[in-house]
């Protein structure tokens, strides 16, 4: 199956995003107090490699992840603590989602990654109770 330009840039966006999301995670649990949520964002840092490696597949190319997320959303996490932090990756989780739907429609496999990425920013909001 040929693959749009227009769909192309969205699935090596999301590639690129996924594989950041993974060097954010870890960086996350290494710096968060809470052993119980360093241990959940090593889980989505895992579930973020799998999504990366799903666009992959779709993309037949291979990304480096960057490192801004990983260095500034730690030091946000430092500075503002998770009351304020969380939302915001919870609400970054499920806009990916809501990127993801479209794309989904077409390549049947992007559907579960999209449930995950809604599963994801629960799970961050999840970790304020």
């Known amino acids: 199956m040929s693959i749009s330009a227009e769909?192309?840039?969205t699935l090596l966006k999301a590639q690129q995003g996924e594989l950041d999301a993974?060097?954010?995670?870890?960086?996350?649990a290494d710096a968060v107090k809470d052993e119980a949520d360093a241990a959940t964002f090593r889980q989505l840092a895992a579930e973020e490699g799998h999504h990366a490696s799903v666009f992959k597949g779709l993309t037949n190319q291979t990304l480096k992840p960057k490192k801004?997320?990983?260095?500034?959303?730690?030091i946000l996490y430092?500075?503002?603590g998770k009351k304020r932090v969380y939302p915001i990756i919870a609400k970054s989780e499920h806009g990916a989602g809501e990127t993801y739907a479209p794309v989904s429609e077409k390549f049947p496999e992007i559907e579960s990654v999209k449930n995950d990425e809604h599963r994801h920013g629960d799970t961050v909001i999840g970790l304020l109770d």
């Open 68 to 74: 801004t997320l990983a260095t500034v959303v730690p």
């Open 7 to 9: 769909d192309m840039k």
């Open 78 to 80: 430092k500075i503002l």
């Open 22 to 28: 993974v060097l954010m995670y870890n960086a996350l």
